[in-house]
Every structure is written in C-alpha cells, then in structure tokens.
C-alpha cells in the first residue's frame, strides 16, 4: 500500500472491528463453560494427571485439603442439597428422574450421626490423591491451574494457582521453593515461540486470567526470571522524564532529584505520562516492508503525525489506544521479518496467539529507545497501579531479606554454641 495514510485508517478500522468481535455480544452463547475449564486446568503439561504428578506432596495435599473444605462448605448449605448431593454421589441417574422423584429421597435426620455420607476416607497414597484432587478440581467453583514454570537453569517448579492469586502472590511462593535473593527484579515472564515475543507480567495481574487466553495446545512458556528493566522507570526516572538531555547529564543525577521526580509525576491523584516521541518503524500490513513514521505517546495511546500535517494536538491522528492491548518485546525480528534491528516491540490483544493483521508492529534504531517506549508505555497503560506495585514489591523485598538475613544469623549463633563432636574413647579405654 503506497498511500501510508490510507494504510493507517485501514489499520484503525481494523482495531474498531477488533473491538466488536471481542465484546461480550459476540461471544457464541453455546459454548459449554465446563469443556473451557477442563482445557485449561494445567498448564505446560500433555494432560491434567501429569500436572498433579509434578506437584510436591505437600502441594498436593494442601489442593486436596483446600478442595474438599470448599466441597464440605457447599455440600452443608441447607438440608436439601446434602440430599441431592449424597443421592448424586450414590445414584448419578436419580439426577434425572424429574421433581417427584426427588422430593420423595428421606432426608437424613442428623448429618452428624452420618459422617460417612458427607466425607470420604482420607487418601493414602500419591496415586489415591490425585483422583480425588482430580474429582474435586472439576466440582470447584474457585478455578484453579496447575503451572509449570521455567527456571532460568532450565529446571522447572510446578505450581498450584487459583484465580484469586495475583502475580505477586505467585512470585512469594516461587521465593520459597527456590531460596533466591527476593529483588524487586524477579519477574514471571510469558514467551511465544510462534510469535517471537515475549512480555513480562505485571505483579498486579491474576496469573490465572493471563494464561486463560492461551489456545489449549500452545507452546507458550512461563519463566521465573529477573528483569532489571522491570521497575526501571522508579529506578532512574530521569531516563524517562528528561529524556532529551545528554546521557553524562542523566548519569549525573543523585539519589534526591530522583525521589523528587518520582513524587512529582506519581505522587498524585494521576500519573504524568512520559512526553515521549520520536521515528519510530511501521511494518506494513501483510508485508516484509518497515516504513518511518512520527509518533507520540499520550495517556490515552500512541499517535502519529499524518503527512503533510504538524505535531500539534489538533493534527496528531490516534494509532492505537491501550484499553485492549499489551505490549511484547520481540526477538530476532531481523531475520523473521527483514526489521531494519532487533529491537522491536508488538502491540496486540492477548487473545491474539498467532499472526494477524490485526497486530501492531514498531521497531526502534537502538535499545535504549526500546527501553524508553516499551516502559513509558506500561506507565502510560497501568498508571497509579504500576507504582503501587513497585512499592509493594520493596516492602515485600525488604521483609523476606530480613527474615532470612534473621535466620542466617541464628544459624551461626547455633554453629557457635552446640557442643563439639563427641569424640569416641581409644581402644581399649573403658567408659563409665
């Protein structure tokens, strides 16, 4: 397409029909919710069984204590359902038998005189749990995934996670199976191999709603890793802020001026977005073929400068607005798709899991304005909520380090005082 504004406008109806097909109107309404949970109750596993394999014993014997507590509080609301459910249990066709014949099951005079209607003998074995945890999963009505996720050794820790644990619930639970160091830097990381992306998750997020938009059989990966460039934008705001001044002036800047910037442009009732622009790349729809355009980033979205036209407010045409999208950096886009550098990133729905036209691609001339868009990008998306996480994530750092840095020093107290080895008489010696 030689016309790049026409190309433009044909992009931004593409968004607004996006849009639509993604509204909950367009939903089919006859797809069967319980063959949607049974896809997606593990994750980077062939089946469900080789997930609940993978979990510790103790993992697994809190699933099925946390299951079976929910299925007791459900089972005992009122008389009745401890009929139907006991009935169900015992009898799966008087399910269907009609009204009449439900009505006419004997209630049981006293639950408690019956102990063994309402709970099942405790499981045994490795093998008897995860049946049970595996019947339990699917009559639970908080949903649940069993996730692998990646080390950065290569090995991998299998987790149990509920759609009520955010991002950051899952990093403190990573913390302590692997003993690591706690920094604000460690990240949950999500890759797709089709795409060549990869997007860190926000500590905010529900790691379970995240990963539902993933097709069953995808080969999307989770890494626990650290991220310096995670909350980079607190760490040296000037970078971002006075981004037009020369690096041996932003070098320069102490650790006061950068507190005051903080506070000036997150410590109100709204964060000030970067004012950020610059050429940047444009793949064109369908095509191996980057052109440079001027865009701008504002709170709402990224705009660009339409030819002929000025960078005034008035003339600035909206590129794509946030709402809908998040933003995945992109590796080998060179090769893949003739980039003019690696450093380039991706704007699209997370429902998008392979190539579409309706995905945004930009590439920038180095790393540092990478750096520069990719995080004025998240600012500008999570606003408020980005700092509030960051600040989480300091006092929560700071907190396991003094515990362990605690428990470390007890240790050597102990080493201290225990008595010597006993050392074992010489031949012959008699000990009384």
Not at 1 to 25: K, N, R, T, V
Not at 101 to 112: E, V, Y
């Amino acid at each position: 397409m030689d016309d790049i504004d026409a190309m433009f406008s044909h992009l931004l109806g593409e968004i607004d029909h996006l849009s639509q097909s993604l509204s909950p109107e367009a939903e089919p309404t006859e797809e069967d919710p319980a063959s949607h949970r049974h896809s997606t109750f593990s994750i980077g596993f062939t089946d469900l069984n080789e997930s609940l394999n993978e979990l510790e014993d103790h993992d697994l014997d809190a699933l099925v204590a946390d299951l079976g507590s929910k299925s007791t509080t459900q089972d005992v609301a009122t008389e009745q359902e401890i009929s139907s459910v006991t009935d169900n249990q015992t009898a799966p066709s008087a399910m269907t038998q009609g009204n009449e014949a439900t009505a006419a099951l004997p209630l049981p005079p006293n639950t408690a005189e019956f102990p063994g209607a309402l709970q099942r003998s405790e499981p045994q074995t490795k093998a008897d749990k995860i049946k049970l945890a595996l019947e339990k999963l699917k009559e639970a009505k908080v949903r649940k995934l069993i996730v692998k996720v990646v080390m950065g050794d290569g090995s991998s820790k299998t987790l149990m996670v509920d759609e009520r644990q955010t991002v950051r619930d899952v990093l403190d639970k990573l913390f302590e199976k692997t003993h690591c160091d706690c920094s604000i830097d460690w990240s949950l990381c999500e890759t797709n191999p089709e795409l060549l992306i990869e997007r860190g998750f926000e500590d905010h997020e529900s790691l379970v709603e995240l990963l539902s938009s993933w097709t069953r059989h995808s080969e999307n990966k989770i890494y626990f890793v650290s991220r310096p460039q995670k909350y980079v934008m607190f760490k040296d705001p000037q970078l971002f802020y006075m981004w037009k001044k020369k690096m041996s002036v932003l070098s320069g800047i102490n650790e006061h001026a950068k507190k005051l910037l903080i506070k000036e442009h997150f410590g109100g009732s709204a964060v000030i977005v970067p004012n950020l622009e610059g050429m940047l790349h444009l793949k064109e729809d369908g095509k191996k073929v980057w052109k440079p355009r001027y865009f701008l980033l504002r709170a709402s979205g990224i705009y660009y400068v339409p030819k002929g036209k000025t960078k005034s407010s008035s003339d600035l045409a909206c590129f794509v607005r946030f709402e809908k999208v998040n933003i995945y950096t992109t590796n080998n886009y060179k090769q893949k798709y003739r980039a003019p550098t690696n450093f380039g990133f991706m704007l699209k729905h997370p429902c998008i899991q392979k190539e579409s036209h309706y995905i945004k691609f930009l590439c920038c001339d180095n790393e540092h304005t990478l750096l520069l868009w990719v995080n004025s990008i998240r600012i500008a998306k999570y606003g408020t909520v980005l700092y509030q996480n960051y600040q989480a994530a300091v006092k929560r750092a700071s907190t396991l380090q003094t515990i362990q840095s605690a428990l470390h020093k007890d240790v050597e107290n102990y080493s201290q005082e225990s008595p010597p080895d006993f050392i074992p008489p010489p031949p012959g010696h008699t000990h009384i």
